[in-house]
C-alpha cells in the first residue's frame, strides 16, 4: 500500500483506521456506513478485484466484522503485472441481532454469492441483495448455524437422535 | 468348479448369480471414492469377484456409499437406491455412513444412514484400504448364502418408516413414494 | 436333418457369442495385467440379471428388445456355420442385410421409448457411425457379390472353398482391406465405442435397461458379435467345411480385434464419421472400380 | 338475301340520329348501342352461310367494279363483322351501368362511330374508303380514351392522338402513292395490276401502308400508345379497344400485304416481328403491379401471338391466327370488364389491393380467372384450340428456324402464364387485410355480359370443330389473290 | 361402355359435390364418400378387360379414344384406392375449416382427370387430362392461403406448364409426322421413324414426366407443395400424382417407342436408360440426405417421396423383367405407406393443433397409439423391413442391379435406404417416442374416420409383405402387356434359381423367434410399470417438460453433409425467376412515357423498312 494513497485516504475520510502487520498485509478498520464509500474509493485507485467476502463472529464484543478482500494488480499508469499484486482487507463490525448491511452488489457484481452465503451461515441481513435463498444448506435453523452461540452438539443431539431407527421387529415376519 | 458349487449352482442359481455378479454403483461422496479406481484396477482388480462398475443404478446390484452423506447428498442416494432393481445390496464405505464418523457433531451430515436407507454391510475404517472392499464383498457372499443380505426386503416392509425419517429430514421430496403408503 | 439344425445353431451361435464375450473381458483383464473374471462370467451376469425385477416404460419399452432380439436370432439361421446354412436359401445378402438391420433399429425403438435423453443421444450415435460404416461396407459387400456374381452367401463360400480366400484373391484383397477398416466399428469396439459410451453418456440407449431387459440385450449383443465375425469370415475367409475351423478362424479375428479395442482411446462420432467416409471409403471404392474393370 | 351495305348503313345512321334521340329522353340514347348491335349481329349471322360458299360484292353508286365504290363481304369480312357486333353488344350492355357520369349520349355516339369505322374497315373493298373508316375508328376510340377526362386519361388521348395522326398520315402518302401509281383505288384493281410496276416503287407504298396501319395494329416498335390508352380508358372501352380496334387494324395489316400487293418475301420479317412482340408484351406485363397496364401489355403479347400465325402464311396458319384473334376478343374482353368492376370495388388499380376479392366478388373473379385461364391456353377453355393450331402450324413447316421460333413464343405464353396465375392467386388465395369480406355482387347488368363471355368460352373451348371450319374457309379465301380479284373484278 | 361411364361418374360426381355442398354438408360428403366408393367397384369390375375404343366426338379434326389394358388398370386401381381413403380420411380433417365445397370439388376434378389421363387412349386427350390435372392442382396446393402456400402453389404451376409445353410441342410433331395421335398405332409407327424426330419426342416426353414425377433436378417443386397441401391432399400428390410421371415414361419407353427402338438411340454409353437409372440414383442420395436436415415433419416425408421416386426409375431404367416388376411393385407399395405416412403426419397436425415442428412434439405414443401403429409400419415400409411390402419390391431392384453387374447403382439405392433409416427413425422417435410435453398432455386419440384409412393402410403393407404372391401377379401382368417375360413366381415369393425370395420361411423364423424370446422375457423377466418422471438422472429429479433430446437430432452427421447437399437447382430456377423480373422491368423503360420517342420509334420502323429494301433488297 504506497503512501500517496495512504495520505488520500487519511484525508478524505475521517475515522480511518490503517494497520500495517508486515508486507502486503495492511487492512483498514472503517465505520458501517462509510464501507460503501471506501469501497468506491479504493475501486477506482485500482482495487477492482474483489477476493471474498468473509465474516468474524465476535460473540464477546457481541458484534459480527465483515471482511472485504481486495486487491491491485497494476498501480495506475503501470502495466499489468501479477508480480505486483497488492492485497487490501476492508473490515468493519455490525452488531450481532439486527445483523443488518447495505449489499456491495452494485460495487461488485461478484459478491452475490458471498453474500447469500454470509447471510444463511450468520444470518446477517444484506439490503438490495436480489435473491438471498439458501445456498448450500436444505434445512433451515433458527441460529444461523455459523454462529458461536449455535451449540452444534446439542442440535445434534435434538435433532439426529429425535429420528427414531427402523423398528424392524414391530412388523410381522416375511 | 467342484462338486458342491456345480450343485450349489444347480439349487439356487439366482443367489450365486448374485454372489458371483456384483455390479456396482459407486456413489462418489466424501473421500471414500480414491479408493475405488486402485481397486478396479491392475493392482487388486475386483473383477476377479465379479464387481463391475456400472453406468446406471438401473443396471446394478450392489450399492456403495463411500464416505460422509450430507443432507443435500442424501436426496441423491435415496434417488439412486429407489431406482435400482429390487434385489440390491448396499454397503457404507467408511465410518462416516455409520455414525457419521468425524463428521458426528455436525449439524449438516447424516449420522446413521441407516435410518433412511437399508444398508447391507459396513467397511469400518477412516478409509479402509482397497482390501477392505473385497473383504466387504466376501462378507457379502455369505450374507447372500445365509438370506441375511435383505435390505431391499426390510425397505419394502418398513417403507413408511424410512419415507416419514426421509421427508423428515430432506423437508418434501420431488418424486411420489416408491411403494404405497397405508394410511397413517 | 435340417430341422435339427433349424434349432440347433441359433444354439450354437448363442454359445460362442457369449464364449467370445467372456474370452474378451478375459483378455482385456490380461492386458491391463489384471486376472480378470471366469470365463463364464458372462452367464452368471445373465442370471443375475435374469432373476432381478426391473422398470418397464411401456408396451414398445419391452416389444423393442423382443423384436431386436428375434432378429439377430433369425440371422443366425441365415448365415452359413461350417457347412450348415438352414435358411440361407430363401434370401441371400439382401434378406442378411436387412435383418441385420433389425437389432439395432429394435433396441433405438424401445431405447427411444424410455424417455433418457441419455438413450436418444446415444441411438443418434449409433444410427449415425451406422450410417458412417454402412457406406465402405456397401462398396466391399457389392464389390464381393459382383465379383461372385450372386447374392446368395451359400455360393460365396462354395466358391471360395474352390478357389483361394476371397480376402487373397487378386481385386478383392483391397476390398478385405477396407472390410478391416470398418470392422471395429461394426462390432462397436474401443476407437468407434461411441454408442455405449459409459462415461460420457452413461452406456447410451441401455440406461434405462433393468434386470431381464439388460440380460436379453447382452445375449442380442453377444449375438451380433458372433453374426458380425461369422459374416466377415464367410465373405473373406472363405467359411470352412467344419465347425471348428470356422470357430477357430472367427477366434482370430474377434481376438485380432480385441486388441486394437483393448488400446484405442475413444473417437467424438463426427471424428468416426469422418474417418470412416475418408480412409475406408476410399479403398472400397478402389475395391469396387477394380471388381468393376476385372468384370465377373 | 340482305345486302351487307345494311351492315354499315342501319349503325352509321343511328349514331347520327342520337342527339335527336337524346332530345326525346335523357335515358333512351343508352340503348341505341344495343340495338344497333343485336341488328348487325343478326344481319351477319344471316349473311354467314351465303358468304361461305362465295363472296358477296355489293356496288354502291351503280358503277360498275373498278369505278365505284364496291364493299367485298368474303366470310373473313362478315365473320369479323359478326365478332365485331357480338362485342360490340356485350360490352353495350355492360357500359349501360358502368358509364354513368359524364357526357353519356357523347359516349354511346362515339361508341356506335368506333363500331361503324370497324365493321367498315373490314367490309371494304376500296383502298380509300379503307382509309375513311379507319380513320373513323381512330378518331372515335381517341376521343373514347379521354372519356373520363382525368390528368393520365387526358395525356395518354392526346399520345395516341399524336402517334395516330402520324399513321394515318403515312397511310394516306401510301395510298396516295398507289393512286398516282395505278390510277385506281380498288383493292381488286390494284392487286390486278401489281405485277406491272417495278419493285421498289411498289415497296415505298407498302412500307408507308404497312407501317401507317401497324400503329393501329398495335406491331412492336409502333404500339407505344397501346399499354398508356388501355390503362387510363374506361374498362368498357379498353375492352372495346383491345377487343376489336387492334384486330381490326390488324386485319388490314394482313388484308393488304396478303391479297393487294401479295408481298409473299415481306412474311420472314413479319416473323420475326411477331415473336418480338410476343417476348416484348409479356415481359413487360411480368413486371407490372398495376392490373390495368398488366392487361394491356399482355394484350400486346397475344398480338404478337397473332402476327406470328399470320406470318407463317399457311391455311392452317391463318385458320390458328384467326382462332387466337377470337380468344383474345372475347377473354380480353372479358378480363377487361371484370377488372373493371374489381378496380370499381376495391378502389385502385393495384394487383395488391384486389387481395381476397374471390370472396366478396364471387362471380367477377369467377369470370376474371376463366379469362386468365383461356387466353394462357388450358384445356377446357377457347385458348387451347388455337394455341394447338398454332403449334400445329409452326411444326408442320418441318424448319428448325420455325420450331426454334415457336420455343420462344411458348416461353412467352408460360411467362404470361406467370403473371397470370399469379393475380388469380392474389384473388382468391391472399387475406384482404381492411374491411371484413361482405359479400357484394357486381349489378346484374355487367354480370350478364360476363356471363355471356364465360359461356362462350367455354362452349367454344369444349366444342371448338364449328368455328374451326368456318375459319378454316375464311383462311382460305384471305390467301388466295386470283379468287379475290376474279370475283370482284368479273 | 364402362369406361366412359367412370370417367363420367368421376367429372359428373365432382361438379355434382359442389352443387349439394351449396345445400348441406352431410349431404355433400355422403355423396363424395359414396361417388369414390362408385368408382371403386367400377374399376374393379374392370380388372382383366383388354380393348381399346375410340369415342363419338373429336377435337379439331382428331378422334379420342379410349384405352384399358393392364398398366391402366394399375395405375387407375391406385389413383380410384388412394381417393376413396383421402376422401373419407378428410371428412374429419377438414371439419371446421372453411371453403369445403371448393376443396371437395377440386379433390375429386383431380382424381377424375388423372384417372383420364391413365384411360386416354390417344395422346391428344392424355394431354387435354394431363392440363386439366396440373391447374386443378395448382388451384388446390394454394387452398390454405398464406405466403408460403402461394409460392408453392406458383411454383408448381410454372414448372408443370414448362412440362405440358413440352409435351404439347412432342405431340403436336407426333402428329405432323405420322398424321395420328393414338397410342396404339404411333407404336407401328414409330418404328419407322427418323432418329432426329425420335430423339426430339424422347427429350420432350422425358423433361415432362421428370417434372412431374420429381426427379432430382426439377424436384425442387415436390418439398414446397406437400409441406403447404392439406394432409389428405399431399397425400393424394405423392402417393399417385408424382407417379403419373412414371406411367408417362411407361407409355413412353415401353408402349411407344419399345425398348429396342430406346436402345438404337444411344450414342456409346448413354443410353436414355442410362441416363435416366443415374437420374434415379442422384435423385435417392440427394433426397435421403436432404430429408436428414428437415425438421418439419410434412417436409420430410416430401423429401422422402423424392428418394423413392429415384428406386422406381432405378428398377425401371434396368429393364429386366425383375427390374420392371420391382418398380412398378416399388409404386404399388410407396403409394400405399407414403399415404399412410401423410394421413398419420396430418392426424398429428390435427390433434396437436396444427403442431408439426418435430422439436416441439414428443412422446405421442402414450396419448395416440393408433397413429403410432400407423406411423411405425408406414416407416417400416419405407424403410423395406422384412415381412413389410417395401422390402419385396427393394430385393427386386437390388437383385436386378448386382445381376446387371451395376454395382455404383446399387450402392446408391443402399446408401438411400440407410439414409431412410436415419430420417425414418427421426420421424418416429420426435413424435412419439420420448417424453410427452406439459401442453400435448391432453391431446386427443385419433379420430375414428381418420383412424380406418391408417389401419386399412396397414394392413396392406404387411398383407403385400408377407403374401408378395397376389401384387406380384398383377404387376407381372402390366410386365407382360409391355412386352417382358413374366417372373415364375407363387404366392410366398420368387422361387428362382438365382437367389429365391421366400417370405413363408422369413415369416415362420420370425414368429417363432419371437415367440420364443418373448415367451423367456414374459417367464424369466419381472418388470412394473414406471411412469416416465422415474428416470436415470444421474440421482436428481428430472425437470418437468425438458428432460428429452430431439432438437438437431444428427447434429455430427449434419456438419459433415450439409455443405454437399446444398439444394442448388432451387437456388437456379429462383434465380432465373427473378431475372426474368429485371429483365421486364428493364424492357419497360421502352416505353417511357415521352411521346416523341415514340413518334421516333415509327419513323425509324419506316426508315429501317426502306433502308433494308434499297441495300439489299430482300423483299
Known sequence: MDDTLRQRLDSTFDSLRIVEKGTNNTSIAVGRNAVMSVLSFLKQSGYDHLHAISCVDWIDKGALELVWVLSRYMRPGEQYDPKHAENLLLRTMIPRDPARMVSSIPLFEVAEPYEREIHELFGVDFEGHPRLIPLFLERSYDTPPFRKDFDTRQYVEDFFESIPSIVEDGGEGE | MDRNQLIKWLEAPAKMGHKYSLHAVYFCTGCGIIEVPPSITARWDAERFGVLPTASPRQANLFLITGYVSVKTLKAIIRTYEQMPEPKYTVGFGSCPINGGMYWDSYNTIKHLDKYIPIDGWIAGCMPRPEAIFVAVTHLWTLIDKDMADGYKRYRKYYSQYRANQEKVLLGLEWPPLFPIEAG | ?296 | MVSPVLLIAVPLGLAFAMPLIALISRRLPRFVPLVACAFNLIVAIRLIPTVLSAPVIQRIGGFSPPFCINLFAGPVGVMFAGLIALAGLVIAIYALSYIRTGPTVRYHMLYMLLLVGATGVVLTGDVFNLFVFFEVLCISSYALVAYFGDRNGLEAAAKYLIQGAVGSALLLMGIGLLYGLFGTLNMADIASRIGSVSDISVFVPLALIVSGLGVEAAIFPLNAWLPDAHSSAPSSISAILSGIAIEVGLYAVVRMIFTVFGATSIFMFLLFLGVLTVLMGELCAFAQTNIKRMLAYSSIGQIGLIVFAFAMASTISLAGGLFQLLTHTLSKALLFLAAGYMIHRSGSMEISSLNGMGRRMPLTSLAFSFGAFSIVGLPPFIGFPSKFLIVRSALEKQQTLFTLLLGFVLLGTLVEGAYFFRVVQAIYFKKSGDEPASRSLAPALPLISMLILAVLIIFVGIYPQPVADALSTAASDLLDRAAYIGSVLR | MMVELLLIVAFGGSLLTYVLGKLSSRLRNGFALLNALALVIMIGMLYGQEFERSLPFGFLGIQFSIRMNMLSWFFAATILGIGLLAVLYSFRYMKGKERLDYYYFTLLFINASMLGTVVAGDLLSFFIFWEMMSWSTYLLISLRGGGKAIFAGIKYIIMSLVGSLAMLVAIVSLYTAFGTVDIGELAVHMQSASLGLALLVVILFSITFVIINALWPFHTWLPDAHAEAVSPFSAILSAVLVRKGLYGLFLLMYVILGFSFLDRLAVGAISFSNVLAWIGAITIVFAAFRALLQNDSKRILAWSTVGQGGYMVLGVSVATSMGMAGGTFHILNHCIYIALLFFVAGAIEHRTGGIRDLDSLGGLIKKMPVAFVGGLVGIFGLIGLPLTNGFVSKWLIYKSLILEGRPFLAFAAFLGTWGTILYGYKFIHNIFLGQLPDELRDVKRVPFTMAVPIMVLVVLVFLFGVLPGIPLSVVNQVGTYMGFEPLDLNVWGIPSESGTLNVVNLLAAIAVAGFLVWLLFKTLGRSTRVDQSDNYAAGAAIPRGRYGFTREFYAPLYRIVSPYVKDFPDALFLWIADRTKALGGMTRKIYSGYVGSYVMYIVLFLAALVFVQLTWSPW
Do not use: C
Open chain 3, 1 to 296: 436333418m435340417r430341422i435339427v439344425w433349424l434349432f440347433l445353431s441359433p444354439l450354437i451361435a448363442l454359445v460362442a457369442g457369449v464364449l467370445l464375450l467372456g474370452l474378451s473381458r478375459k483378455i482385456m483383464a490380461r492386458i491391463h495385467w489384471r486376472y480378470g473374471p471366469p470365463l463364464l462370467q458372462p452367464v452368471i451376469d445373465i442370471i443375475r440379471l435374469f432373476s432381478q425385477r426391473s422398470a418397464s416404460h411401456g408396451i414398445l419399452f419391452d416389444l423393442g428388445i423382443v423384436v431386436s432380439l428375434a432378429g439377430s436370432l433369425i440371422i443366425t439361421l441365415f448365415l452359413p456355420f461350417g457347412n450348415i446354412a438352414p435358411l440361407s436359401g430363401s434370401g441371400g445378402m439382401l434378406v442378411i442385410l436387412y435383418m441385420m438391420l433389425i437389432g439395432p433399429l429394435g433396441i433405438a425403438l424401445s431405447g427411444g421409448e424410455s424417455g433418457n435423453p441419455n438413450a436418444s443421444i446415444g441411438i443418434s450415435r449409433n444410427l449415425m457411425l451406422a450410417i458412417g460404416y454402412e457406406v465402405p461396407l456397401l462398396m466391399v459387400l457389392l464389390a464381393v457379390m459382383t465379383r461372385y456374381g450372386t447374392i446368395s452367401i451359400v455360393e460365396i463360400v462354395r466358391v471360395q472353398q474352390a478357389s483361394t480366400w476371397s480376402i487373397a484373391s487378386w481385386p478383392l484383397v483391397v476390398s478385405g482391406l477396407a472390410y478391416l477398416l470398418v470392422m471395429p466399428a461394426m462390432l462397436g469396439f474401443r476407437p468407434f465405442e461411441v454408442v455405449q459410451a459409459p462415461q460420457e453418456i452413461s452406456s447410451g440407449p441401455m440406461v434405462e435397461y433393468g434386470g431381464s431387459y439388460l440380460a436379453l440385450v447382452s445375449i442380442q449383443h453377444a449375438l451380433s458379435l458372433y453374426i458380425t465375425i461369422s459374416l466377415f469370415v464367410n465373405l473373406m475367409l472363405g467359411g470352412s467345411g467344419n465347425i471348428v475351423i470356422f470357430l477357430f478362424k472367427m477366434l482370430v479375428v474377434f481376438v485380432l480385434f480385441l486388441f486394437v479395442n483393448a488400446v484405442f482411446p475413444r473417437f467424438r462420432i463426427e471424428q468416426a464419421v469422418r474417418y470412416l467416409w475418408r480412409w475406408p471409403t476410399l479403398i472400397g471404392l478402389i475395391g469396387l472400380v477394380l471388381v468393376a474393370l476385372v468384370g465377373r
